[in-house]
């Protein structure tokens, strides 16, 4: 008698015809060697060598993981679960995409997408843009900012045996409409960290080395948030052109340097009370430059 061979995967064969050819063959290399260092004899990728490679940890990276492997808690993600889901996360309509991300944010895994949750979502932002342990230095976020981004969802879905409310699929839409990067952030977690990932970039600012951090009102969580509505081209690099300690209060000199700007611009307003408002103009030109008033 024969070896008795599994059937095929019914699932797997529908994921499949999402990708081309050459896809199938770099998601099959990626695989090889992410099984290698699994050392599991080139059968699955175990979750440590999961989160070194997509530089996530923490409950975010868990959740992820656990519905890569379709919820069997065996710790193994083979090749036929992650073309199946990244056939759904990247592949797929817009609402299967959002559905996915959805059910990803709910880091507990009890089914409620509560406050706790996002909370979560955002620490892991934290960890990975702004803290990353691969790198000397880190960009110094601003948890007061951070906890804005937090204080900006809505959760008014209710549920039975719950005393706080939680969070709809429309709230999340919502919530993602208010927080575009982290948005992006979330779709671009399986994208190789060699290659561009939305959401995970933040503009290096240029100022004068005179100007001290603390004194610039657009601090670098500002800065990814705002990213998350431009273009990708527009992320790299910006350039301070005003600033009222730098260059005085001119009214004619703030003009002067606005008018040799050949491309976007930003305002930043730190008023005397402390709040921060501005606004942002597109104009014709290559990259985006900056310019704060205090």
């Known amino acids: 008698m024969g070896n008795a061979q599994s059937p095929p995967n019914p699932r797997f064969a529908t994921a499949s015809r999402a990708f081309t050819q050459q896809e199938l063959k770099d998601l099959r290399s990626l695989f090889a060697s992410l099984a290698a ?32 492997t379709q919820k069997r808690n065996d710790g193994m993600l083979t ?10 996360y990247e592949k797929g309509t817009l609402e299967e995409i959002e559905e996915f991300i959805y059910e990803l944010c709910d880091v507990n895994g009890d089914g ?46 209710e549920a039975e045996g719950k005393s706080e409310n939680n969070m709809s699929l429309v709230d999340f839409r919502n919530w993602c409409n208010l927080v ?19 959401g995970f970039q933040v503009p290096h600012m240029l100022f004068p080395k005179n100007l ?12 990814w948030h705002i990213v998350g509505a431009l273009t990708q081209m527009k992320a790299e690099q910006w350039k301070l052109v005003y600033h009222s300690s730098v260059n005085g209060l001119s009214f004619s000199t ?15 307003i730190k008023d005397i009370d402390g709040y921060i408002y501005g606004g942002y103009a597109s104009l014709p030109g290559r990259g985006i430059m900056i310019f704060m008033v205090t």
Do not use: W
């Open 37 to 68: 260092q699994s050392r599991s004899d080139y059968k699955y990728v175990s979750l440590s060598t999961f989160q070194d490679y997509f530089g996530i940890s923490g409950p975010l990276a868990s959740r992820l993981f656990d519905l890569l």
């Open 112 to 157: 409620f997408l509560e406050r706790c949750d996002i909370g979560a979502i955002l620490d892991s932002i934290n960890d990975t843009i702004f803290t990353p342990k691969k790198t000397q230095t880190s960009l110094n976020s601003s948890p007061i900012s951070l906890k804005a981004f937090l204080n900006a969802a809505e959760f008014s879905k």
């Open 180 to 198: 575009p990067s982290a948005k992006k952030y979330l779709e671009s977690l399986l994208i190789p960290p060699n290659t561009v990932r939305p």
């Open 212 to 223: 001290s951090p603390e004194a610039v009102a657009l601090q670098k969580e500002h800065a």
């Open 79 to 88: 090749y036929e679960d992650l073309v199946i889901s990244k056939a759904v």
């Open 254 to 268: 703030f003009m002067g340097n606005i008018s040799s700007v050949e491309g976007p611009t930003i305002l930043v």
